[in-house]
């Protein structure tokens, strides 16, 4: 069967801060009389001096970001921060993965799907727009209303731009206040058209995104998944490997760095 959407996984994130709270950072942050910042660090440190609410998510993990609100030109924005980073042997990945996830938001600028790219704020760190609303996971918890038929074409639109997710689960799929649903995190995502060496494995990695987005079937619908779905669901074998590889080669070699 052609792969042609993708994925969802819940597993359990580093996040900190509560995902409900996003209404009344808003709120917050708006009432604050913030000069507006051009650098992240100054920025995101009077934004949390003004509230503790606005941080979204402390770095809590190997090459992981500092992800925060901050209020930018007068407006709210995400502020994505691999700073903690800079003086480590990572920071060469570390500065990497930002540019990545950048380019591939900035590819995305016109979709409706993905935070728009707000602009660069150092070496370590760039601004998007903030969504108000709760990451799919929340949203599900606490019995919102959620069609998965819309999360579906979401992840689908990502493939007809020749992306893939990679890492698509609760955490990475927010369903904004206007129901509109939007995809986040790209730092594991790929731009892959054709005539690009890694396009043969669109396919396969599309599959990753699919089995990730049924996982929210049975709770969105109500409804089983099909046999064929559940074949889709299960992780292939060549996937198991490379998880295996990166979590007994790859994984200790860097945290020794
Ligand atoms: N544009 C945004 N608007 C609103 N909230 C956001 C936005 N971007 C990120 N967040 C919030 O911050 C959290 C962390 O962001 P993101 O997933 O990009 O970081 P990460 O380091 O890749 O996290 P993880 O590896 O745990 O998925 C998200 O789960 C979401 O709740
Ligand atoms: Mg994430």
Same mark, same amino acid.
Request: with cysteine; charged share 25%; net charge positive.
């Given at each position: 069967?052609?792969? $042609?959407?993708?994925?969802?996984?819940?597993? *359990?994130? *580093?996040?900190?801060?509560?995902?409900?709270?996003?209404?009344?950072?808003?709120?917050?942050?708006?009432?604050?009389?913030?000069?507006?910042?051009?650098?992240?660090?100054?920025?995101?440190?009077?934004?949390?001096?003004?509230?503790?609410?606005?941080?979204?998510?402390? *770095?809590?993990? !190997?090459?992981?970001?500092?992800?925060?609100?901050?209020?930018?030109?007068?407006?709210?924005?995400?502020?994505?921060?691999?700073?903690?980073?800079?003086?480590?042997?990572?920071?060469?990945?570390?500065?990497? !993965?930002?540019?990545?996830?950048?380019?591939?938001?900035?590819?995305?600028?016109?979709?409706?799907?993905?935070?728009?790219?707000?602009?660069?704020?150092?070496? &370590?760190?760039?601004?998007?727009? &903030?969504?108000? %609303?709760?990451?799919?996971?929340?949203?599900?918890?606490?019995?919102?209303?959620?069609?998965?038929?819309?999360?579906?074409?979401?992840?689908? %639109?990502? $493939?007809?731009?020749?992306?893939?997710?990679?890492?698509?689960?609760?955490?990475?799929?927010?369903?904004?206040?206007?129901?509109?649903?939007?995809?986040?995190?790209?730092?594991?995502?790929?731009?892959?058209?054709?005539?690009?060496?890694?396009?043969?494995?669109?396919?396969?990695?599309?599959?990753?995104?699919?089995? %990730?987005?049924?996982?929210?079937?049975?709770?969105?619908? %109500?409804?089983?998944?099909?046999?064929?779905?559940?074949?889709?669901?299960?992780?292939?074998?060549?996937?198991?490997?490379?998880?295996?590889?990166?979590?007994?080669?790859?994984?200790?070699? !860097?945290?020794?760095?």
């Amino acid at each position: 069967m052609a792969c $042609h959407f993708s994925s969802l996984d819940p597993a *359990a994130s *580093a996040r900190e801060a509560d995902p409900s709270l996003n209404k009344a950072i808003a709120a917050e942050l708006v009432n604050t009389t913030l000069a507006a910042n051009d650098t992240c660090i100054e920025a995101t440190g009077i934004a949390r001096a003004a509230s503790d609410n606005t941080v979204l998510q402390k *770095a809590g993990g !190997l090459l992981k970001a500092d992800v925060s609100v901050v209020v930018r030109h007068g407006r709210m924005t995400v502020c994505k921060d691999y700073q903690r980073w800079r003086r480590t042997p990572l920071a060469p990945l570390a500065h990497y !993965l930002m540019r990545r996830e950048a380019r591939l938001l900035r590819r995305l600028n016109d979709w409706p799907h993905s935070p728009s790219f707000e602009g660069f704020a150092n070496r &370590y760190a760039f601004f998007m727009e &903030y969504v108000p %609303g709760a990451d799919l996971k929340t949203a599900v918890a606490s019995g919102q209303k959620v069609s998965f038929s819309k999360v579906v074409d979401a992840v689908a %639109g990502l $493939h007809r731009h020749d992306i893939v997710h990679n890492d698509i689960r609760g955490s990475n799929i927010l369903v904004a206040e206007d129901g509109r649903i939007v995809i986040i995190d790209f730092a594991s995502a790929l731009y892959a058209p054709k005539g690009r060496p890694l396009h043969p494995l669109m396919r396969r990695m599309r599959r990753l995104d699919i089995a %990730g987005t049924l996982k929210f079937k049975h709770r969105l619908t %109500g409804k089983a998944l099909t046999p064929v779905e559940r074949r889709l669901k299960a992780k292939p074998q060549w996937f198991k490997g490379l998880q295996q590889g990166w979590k007994k080669k790859v994984l200790p070699v !860097l945290r020794s760095t």
